[in-house]
């Protein structure tokens, strides 16, 4: 559509430029705010006398100085004892991921690569749990859980956490294996190797960038998940997203709502960072299904 | 592969998936159908010279003995799922037989708290999928258009709202949508009403509960539907411009029909999801105004009573539901796996 010919009328590229730059403000000025926000007083941040002095700071500059102040974060941080939530949260993440891609990347394997029927039902059985709500299943860990003494703890959590995202897991790596030809780790078959060897020697060296997209999306689920979160880990061992929601209980009476609002920038910080270097991935694990399906 | 090779390889992720996927759900169905043993009752007769009392105490060692000995409890059938908290059957028939109209009835219905959950569950379901569908799409267009340099910018800017944790985009759109926050304040001079509160206002917390849900889902829409435009047919384009088609013409017969069975997908998924909001009730605290089936099952496992059998019935009920949206899915790989063998 590159002729000047077809290009489109003045009316309509303005449209279009408005509708984009309407979008972008919907999609990023509430992070921008709530970020800019975060270092002011909670009289500024929530005023209801002058909605301006949230973006000049007039009682933040009152009460401590300057227009910025990192009260919030102090708070949060050093007096919440946030940063448990955070080291548990990066502790969850991490074994959540190389877990289940370990395991997944198997079981993937083995689905892509197996012809009999019984794979296309391990697969929609794989859909059904996948379409699960977490929560359902939750009161169903609770008593065997408290039976056996592991409620509370880092690694029931993880383990939990694994087996919720092996569906999806299974689905992504199942169709990106499918996109490696066969005949490669056929021939290395014919060369005397066994199944694994084949899958170690061969598949493995090529299957990064499916692995690195399909790891991403196990780090989001176990990064944002609150109901899983929230009813297997005991108020010590709480990862950032329920030991925010714990905030809102205490900081509504206390008066330091400004904690929870430093504690959700901080949260939100390394997902930022995550978009920026992995956009491409994101964008194509989040097409692979879609457009092949 | 040979079914022995193909065993060892599945093994870990399909122990994985029995154990806390498979188990649980069997573990929640029997636990929805009993409840924790009675306490058992002695009777103690007391006969003073003149009268006798009888006192009925509670057994202490012999209901924990009952309940150690067998700690599912007592089987009860379906009266968890047919009680007040559920689907409240007597409640039910009692408001069809005293409520004179049909509007009547369904606002006897709405203090039921089943009920209530399953009307928001709903509405917002029915509400967001479709919003978030037209929303995504007007954006893949627009966007469809830029120069590659800017692609890049807005498709970043646009990954934030579906990257965020739900509980936090939830919490950073609550406090600004706050009596005191930047949203509120900008509403409340808007319609020139000072006192005006979302917060205190259910079909206003309807309508920003929506409004959270298409803004949090409409980047994956956007997303699905740009990576379709980059296969679009562009002979029948050109074929169409040369008939004289205007732009919207070519919208509407190529460009959307094109897009049609990705529509489909991005709907059936979103359905599925919708189906379990659950954060935005916890981030907006609106669970005064609002209820979900999920909220309902998060709520009554919480707390110090934790009566897990309610949330297990609730649990089994949603499972349901999502069992009837999941039927077109499975329908549509069913017809595909036919398609391929």
Not at chain 1, 33 to 54: P, R
Request: proline residues 5%; aromatic residues 14%.
């Amino acid at each position: 559509m590159a002729s000047s010919a077809l290009r489109a009328p003045l009316s309509l590229r303005v449209l279009t430029k408005g509708f984009i730059i309407f979008w972008l403000i919907l999609a990023a000025f509430p992070f921008i705010w709530t970020l800019w926000g975060s270092f002011k007083v909670e009289l500024d941040f929530f005023s209801i006398a002058d909605w301006t002095n949230a973006l000049t700071g007039a009682n933040t500059e009152r009460t401590h100085g300057s227009p910025f102040t990192g009260a919030g974060y102090e708070g949060a941080w050093v007096q919440e004892e946030f940063w448990r939530s955070v080291i548990n949260t990066f502790i969850v993440c991490f074994f959540v991921v190389c877990t289940s891609l370990t395991i997944g990347t198997l079981g993937g394997y083995a689905l892509s690569r197996s012809g009999y029927r019984y794979t296309f039902w391990l697969l929609i059985t794989a859909l059904i749990f996948r379409a699960m709500p977490p929560i359902t299943l939750v009161s169903g860990y609770l008593l065997p859980f408290f039976e056996w003494n592991v409620w509370g703890i880092l690694p029931t959590t993880i383990i939990v956490l694994v087996a919720i995202n092996q569906p999806f897991t299974l689905w992504m790596l199942h169709s990106f294996f499918q996109n490696i030809p066969k005949e490669l780790d056929e021939s290395a078959k014919v060369d005397g190797c066994t199944q694994f060897q084949a899958f170690r020697l061969v598949i493995v060296p090529v299957m990064w960038p499916g692995v690195i997209t399909t790891g991403l999306f196990s780090f989001l689920l176990a990064y944002n998940d609150f109901a899983v979160t929230s009813m297997l880990l005991s108020e010590s061992n709480r990862t950032m997203v329920p030991a925010i929601a714990a905030f809102l209980g205490t900081t509504q009476t206390e008066g330091n709502v400004m904690f929870a609002v430093a504690a959700v920038v901080s949260a939100t910080a390394p997902l930022f960072v995550l978009v920026m270097f992995f956009q491409r991935q994101i964008v194509s694990g989040l097409t692979a299904g879609a457009v092949k399906g | 592969m040979k079914h022995r090779t193909f065993f060892w390889f599945f093994l870990p992720t399909g122990l994985a998936m029995l154990l806390f996927i498979a188990a649980p759900i069997v573990s929640v169905v029997i636990q929805s159908v009993t409840a924790q043993h009675e306490p058992v009752l002695i009777t103690v007769e007391t006969c003073t010279p003149f009268s006798c009392t009888e006192e009925t105490t509670i057994d202490q060692e012999a209901t924990r003995e009952l309940r150690e000995a067998r700690p599912l409890g007592r089987f009860v059938g379906l009266d968890i799922y047919l009680d007040r908290g559920h689907l409240a059957v007597a409640e039910v028939a009692e408001a069809w037989r005293t409520s004179d109209s049909i509007g009547a009835f369904f606002s006897e219905l709405g203090d039921l708290p089943f009920y209530r959950a399953i009307g928001f569950t709903l509405t917002y379901t029915f509400t967001v999928t479709p919003l978030l569908i037209i929303l995504g799409m007007a954006i893949a267009l627009a966007v469809n258009t830029l120069t590659q340099k800017l692609k890049g910018i807005v498709i970043f800017f646009s990954l934030l709202p579906m990257i965020v944790t739900p509980l936090v985009g939830s919490l950073i759109m609550f406090w600004m949508i706050d009596n005191r926050g930047v949203l509120g304040n900008f509403l409340s001079w808007l319609v020139n009403d000072p006192d005006l509160s979302v917060k205190a206002s259910t079909p206003l917390m309807w309508i920003a509960l929506i409004v959270y849900g298409v803004w949090h889902s409409a980047p994956f829409a956007f997303v699905v539907f740009y990576a379709g435009l980059q296969t679009l047919p562009e002979d029948q384009i050109e074929a169409s411009q040369i008939d004289g088609a205007t732009r919207w013409q070519q919208v509407r017969y190529i460009v959307v029909p094109h897009l049609m069975p990705l529509v489909t997908f991005v709907a059936l998924i979103q359905l599925m999801d919708n189906f379990r909001v659950f954060e935005p009730i916890v981030g907006f605290n609106a669970s005064a105004h609002a209820t979900s089936l999920s909220w309902i099952i998060f709520n009554d496992m919480g707390g110090e009573t934790r009566q897990l059998s309610a949330a297990a019935a609730t649990s089994v009920l949603t499972i349901l539901g999502v069992a009837i949206l999941l039927s077109p899915v499975l329908v549509r790989t069913w017809r595909d796996f036919k398609g391929k063998m």
